[in-house]
């Protein structure tokens, strides 16, 4: 009986006929707490601060302090749930850490140094890229491992889509070019890598210096075309496949590396991920 | 050498009396109680004062002394899930084992024989939903100390289940609603389809009569882990590998799951061992269980151990470790008109499914990746290029898509020889089926009160092969044995009671007939058990069971679960009269009344009410009988002409009706009566026409050249403000309440 009584008049309220006031005390308690949150620059100062007003009232994130002011309703919100949407955002902080992948998502100039702590709680954590682009120098048994696994970052970036990334990973294997250490290469192995290393680092700067994903993989064709050159002159501790997708580039058609004989295509991403089929394969 | 064979035999007994004679005792008090999961006070069922009920151990060899105190003033039931058990103890009321009537007391004995995960659960009605379950842990005797943590998945909607149960045979869209709060698009209106840009598949799903697409029928107001929202675990430490045990103990919900501190490796699955396999995420389904090995990284961490509802609604974590919190990826929202494009590819005009060919089975291909943004990507890219990927049989294929590995059946190997003994083999085949739309769920078009036993013989080897031809997945579950999925593995296919089958799919699987009595196979999402979906095998020449003396009459309790009448009212109260109709309905028939009642008598009083029957497998022909009351003050000299140019003159008509209703591409529903008058009536009717969120389009029209259209607007679960014009009594405004 109390149930319809609520529903009539919630009824007559919304139809205009009666209006009717909620009379509930309302809870004027604003609780003001700072937590520690870790950031680097203005724009970061933007997602944390628009993360947290998903919850709070007010927040305010200090750049020097690395610090979050936050204002709430008690009854509304916690602190736990506040924290929790800035770290989905991709900002650790005391009580909670960012997912990898939120991480990862953030803008080159956002990625701030995680803590030692933060760092090896996400070192296991299930993005594949990542534990890949880790590349212990010591352990290193072809001099080009590192550049390969970056080749592989960008390449696994343009299967998801993901500009951002792929000019970020392009920009670290522009580096790694760099300091590959030619005293490790053999004569045979020295030729080839002359021969294609500048054409690789031009590729590598272009995809570093655009964010626009279809530029990105028009440069790829070369950079990957170079790249399994160098790849069948200076192998691989593994087999590397090389995969063919007709439709690119109005039906000229692409190539690509890969290190998996399934078929995820960089040329289109999700749409047609399967589409392609390997032409070579170099063990 | 005769005297060593004594010693054996002596060591032997002694040995098995020491084993015998551990009994374990439990006593289970079950109450009413009142608890607030989400935000309000509501009935559920506690057992010892808690929910999940408690977590019971065991030792493989024991006997278990369960003693159920039942203080409800209804009759309740317990089911052991998954044990190997006398047929008496299975616990399903009517068919196994006596109900426990309301204040008695029931004792369950019976022997342990194996070890592993498992859990229990009322068998009685909805009771399940409202807090009736709970783990059933059995250890190895002599197994070498491991780290452990068990954990009980459930779901809690603040609605009473016998009320989900009830609207979701009314096709009612309010959980759609409720989820569209958390989840913008959940509604799949033609508003949503026109800003997703996908106007036409929306429109091209209507036409396939199909309502709007989901993983899950039900919304739930909170997923909980071990009774609550979030759970800690902060005992385990840098290094500790903990077997987590995991059961989804929930009615009708499967849950994702994923673990922050890296990926996890499933040990075991239904309480059988599996060899170890590392995974980045999996699927649990409703009553499934499985033991994954977590390990936990750092110290001063706490790993988030994410439970996710497969409509993404919401979720429930377990953090294990103590310390600051590792957040797991949360997964990102469905696109649901990438789902609902694949199912207007999927299905055919006369309701079939089309695999196109891909041969799916275990859990392999998920066509649901397509909605799935961390596999295919945030949003469809413009299409630059034709290429028919529709034969690449990966398209589906999760872990071919993406470099996260996703769990399926065919990763799961036996570390044993599960080979059935020999003996004959007796196949069977079934199809499951099912009508969204009306929420009929069955098998080879029947449900359990429609079919016989499915007698089978000790010693026999049984193997089904299963065929799932309706739109959602099924848990399908059988009591009191172990079956081998069939996988690939040949002679190490794994043993499992409950086997997850996806929409298309062809699984088999086989078990070696070796017990005696009645036992229960079916769907374990609550409202499909209910509505039928199951089958009984029963062992030929069983010994009579004790507890049942009357089997005849028993079961026929049993049938009534799935023979239940659900009904539905629904009034207009408007400014120029008043609409409405009344269902009153099963599986297969429904008895319906529609009036009008004008206010005055120029305008009328009309009572028109139907009884029919559904024909067919998808239920859209409806054969009916019926009576008319007509009662209209006709002005003098006025005559009725229908566009047959029959006339009506009379003040009261009554009349007798035959009549036809099919249900036309775009849900619209076709009538067709002549009544002992013999007057003629074909009419077009389509209700509930999705426009937005909450605004719902109607329209009729009929050869008596009367029409209808109306909106309303959805308020929330029993009101809805309205709007329409009719013929007979011209424009008009109200509510309508809808029970
Ligand atoms: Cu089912």
Redesign the interface.
Known sequence: MKNWKI?IT??LA??GLVSVSTLQAQNKNVVKETYKVSGNCGMCKKTIETAATKKASDAEWSEEKKELKVSYDPGKTNADEIL?AV??SGYDN?????????YSKLPDCCQYERSA??L???????N??DKEQSPGSQQEKVALESVYALYFSVK?ALV??DANTASSKSKELMNALSMVKMESLNADQHKVFMKYVSNLKTDAVSIGESKDISKQREHFTTLSQNMYEVMKGIKPSYTVYLDHCP?FNDGKGANWVSKES???NPY????????GKISETSK | MKSFRILILFMLCTLNQLVAQKKVRYDLYVRDTLVNFAGKEKHAYAVNGQIPMPELHFTEGDTAEIFIHNELRTETSIHWHGLIIPNEQDGVPYLTTAPIKAKTTHLYKFPIVQSGTYWYHSHTKLQEQSGMYGAFIIHKRNAPPMKEYTLILSDWTNMKPFEVHRRLHMANDWSAIKKAKIQKGAVQSYGDAIAAGSLKTKFTNEWKRMLAMDVSDVYYDKFLSNGKPEIEAPQFKAGDKVRVRIINGSSSTYFWLNYAGGQMEVAASDGMDVVPVPVDRMIIAVAETYDVLLTIPEDSVAYEFLATSEDRIRNTSLWLGRGTKQLASPLKPLKYFDGMKMMNDMMKMNGNLDDMGMNMSLQQMDMNVVMYPEITGEKEEKKDHDHDSRLDNDRYNSNALSDIVTLNYAMLKSPVKTTLPAGPTRVLNFTLSGNMNRYVWSIDNKTVSETDKILIKKGENIRIVLYNNSMMRHPMHLHGHFFRIVNGYGDYSPLKNVLDIMPMETDTIEFAATESGDWFFHCHILYHMMSGMGRIFSYENSPPNPQLPNPEKAIKKLYKDDREFHFMVQNDFASNGNDGEMMYMNTRYNLQAEWRLGYNDMHGYEVETHFGRYIGKMQWLFPYVGIDYRYRKMGIDEVEKNIFGQKNTKDIRQALCFGVQYTLPLLIVADARFDTDGKLRLSLMREDIPLTKRLRLNFMGNSDLEYMAGFKYVLDKNFSLSAHYDSDMGLGGGFTFTY
């Not at chain 1, 005391?94 to 939120?102: G, S, T, V």
């Open positions: 529903k919630t009824l919304a139809i929790k770290a989905y005391e009580k909670y850490f960012a997912p990898q992948a939120a702590k933060a090896a709680s996400n070192k296991n954590a299930y594949k890229t696994d998801k889509t439709m399934a078929i995820k289109y991403g999700s749409q047609m991920m399967t589409c």
